[in-house]
């Protein structure tokens, strides 16, 4: 066996962490279509089961992301990990994440790095090594997916914290509509 060299995630003969990953994703699409029950996608997104879908796809995607840095800016990884840690602590939910991250990185911002270009120096710290991977959630039972992958992205945090613990905490991601302390002062 072999193992991922940006996650350690433990590769099957020929198999990459992409497949695994992708393993991950057809449990997400049996997860969704036992909570979807038939139901069109359009308005199916529209309920509670599909939000739990939404935020565990959040949780699966990022966290894959988190795990695998190189190839992404700086500012995207700490842009999604900033927005796990606000959806984990229900600060946030995953549309407000999605819609700042359009804005973010509508236009000239990159979010990926050159292929070849290897991790991006402004990153620091980062964990080598990770308590879950995506190993862990390619074959739990669908039903119990959404926790899993929770729990992934709960540990993926909790593993770049650990590294950087000399890290100032960013500030906290205001919701639309909040008003924002000193907001009300007019400029004299």
């Not at 590769?11 to 997860?31: I, S, Y």
């Not at 992301?65 to 842009?79: D, F, N, R, S, V």
């Not at 700042?100 to 980062?126: H, I, M, S, T, Y």
Request: aromatic share 6%; hydrophobic share 40%.
């Amino acid at each position: 066996m072999t193992s991922c060299a940006e996650c350690g995630a433990r590769l099957g003969p020929g198999e990459t962490c992409t497949d695994l990953f992708n393993r991950m994703l057809a449990v997400e699409w049996a997860m969704i279509g036992r909570l979807g029950g038939g139901i069109a996608p359009e308005a199916f997104l529209a309920t509670a089961a599909g939000s739990i879908g939404t935020r565990a796809h959040f949780f699966a995607v990022g966290s894959y992301q988190l795990q695998h840095p190189e190839g992404l800016t700086a500012a995207a990884l700490t842009g999604l990990l900033l927005g796990i840690g606000d959806v984990l602590a229900g600060r946030r939910g995953v549309t407000d994440i999605r819609l700042d991250a359009r804005r973010a990185f509508n236009g000239p911002q990159r979010v990926r790095r050159g292929r070849g270009e290897g991790r991006d120096p402004a990153l620091g710290k980062w964990p080598s090594a990770w308590p879950l991977t995506v190993a862990d959630c390619c074959d739990v039972d669908p039903d119990d997916y959404a926790d899993a992958v929770r729990r992934l992205a709960e540990a993926t945090v909790a593993a770049i914290d650990a590294v950087r613990p000399g890290a100032p905490s960013p500030p906290q991601s205001p919701r639309r509509g909040t008003p924002q302390p000193g907001a009300d002062r007019k400029r004299r």
